[in-house]
């Protein structure tokens, strides 16, 4: 999955609209993990159940609809590394763990599970309004966790979606991992259900993709670029208060200096996946704000001292931490 090193015109694509790339999944680098995610479910027992896939603009399944849509760049190199670039690129495990999640609501659509008495009674009602600011309960036992964000108290086809994928992932093992968790019968609700549905036709074997990427009009860099804005999170950062009791004022005769930007940018991914999990700040808003203290950080000149790394880091990670359950709770960054 990860995009070639060799040098290429990626940019030139920019202004091309995504419909005129003739991209497909056949032979595309997201191809082996769909086919992996399809050995999988076979490995489980579901011998009839084999969702479509296609690509469009994000990760989603049609409500109802038993396919599974995934991003158009992770069909061509040179897209992914502009998704690397510009936004930010998933990982083969992260890429597997949507492709889980997606599965779970293709099986929940072609079998009708929601339909059924027993799922309303196990997950909730189908039909329930849908929010996408929606305020979860950090460290329930009613629910599982696979997704970062406390993903599966968001809707109860969410729920479902979680736990197959949980069930499906089989790592670690889900029976002591959620021992003595009210989320374990949901757990076995699945196991039950995929055991009864595995000779089982589908009600619905087919179903309708939404956006394509054959019908995608707008170009490389308007997707990428609305993509970005709906991620954008406004973060008024103060270097001369809040940073500054984290790092240090430039000083040119300082022993051992090192720009401190440059310590937060080394680890740069692993603070954005931490805080974006223990939080449940969708991860592309903790990108932004990781990425802004870098700016900031550059632009004040502060430093820290060699050998010191991980105490900034602990610092800036409980920073971060507070400024996200700000974000979390208000929809915006506060550090004034």
Request: proline residues 7%.
């Given at each position: ?102 599965a779970g609501h293709a099986f929940n ?95 619905a074997k087919k179903g309708r993709p ?121 929809g915006k960054f506060h550090n004034l």
């Amino acid at each position: 999955m990860e995009p070639s090193t060799e040098p290429e015109p990626a940019d030139k694509i920019l202004d091309t609209p995504v419909r005129d790339l003739k991209l497909a999944l056949v032979g595309s680098p997201v191809e082996r993990l769909t086919q992996r995610l399809l050995r999988e479910l076979r490995a489980m027992g579901l011998k009839r159940f084999a969702p479509q896939f296609y690509l469009t603009d994000e990760w989603g399944c049609p409500s109802g609809e038993p396919v599974i849509g995934i991003p158009f760049y992770l069909a061509d190199r040179a897209l992914m590394r502009l998704e690397r670039r510009l936004n930010d690129l998933e990982s083969p495990r992260e890429i597997l763990m949507y492709l889980r999640h997606e599965a779970g609501h293709a099986f929940n659509y072609a079998y009708r599970l929601y339909q059924t008495p027993e799922w309303r009674d196990t997950f909730g009602p189908f039909r329930r309004r849908y929010q996408d600011d929606y305020k979860p309960v950090p460290f329930s036992r009613s629910f599982v966790r696979h997704l970062p964000g406390w993903y599966a108290q968001k809707h109860p086809d969410e729920d479902f979606a979680e736990t197959f994928a949980v069930w499906l992932s089989q790592s670690p093992g889900w029976r002591k991992r959620y021992e003595g968790w009210p989320a374990l019968a949901k757990i076995e609700y699945v196991e039950r259900v995929a055991a009864e549905c595995a000779e089982k036709e589908p009600v619905a074997k087919k179903g309708r993709p939404d956006l394509t990427a054959e019908e995608m009009d707008a170009t490389v860099r308007q997707m990428f670029e609305d993509t970005a804005a709906r991620n954008r999170a406004a973060l008024d950062l103060k270097p001369a208060d809040d940073l500054a009791d984290i790092f240090l004022k430039k000083e040119s005769k300082r022993k051992n200096a090192r720009p401190a930007w440059q310590i937060v940018a080394e680890h740069r991914l692993p603070l954005t996946d931490a805080i974006a999990y223990w939080t449940g700040v969708r991860r592309p808003v903790i990108r932004n704000m990781v990425d802004s203290t870098i700016d900031a950080l550059r632009t004040a000149e502060y430093q820290g001292t060699r050998g010191r790394e991980a105490e900034y880091l602990m610092r800036l990670t409980a920073y971060g931490t507070a400024l996200a359950f700000s974000y979390f709770s208000r929809g915006k960054f506060h550090n004034l």
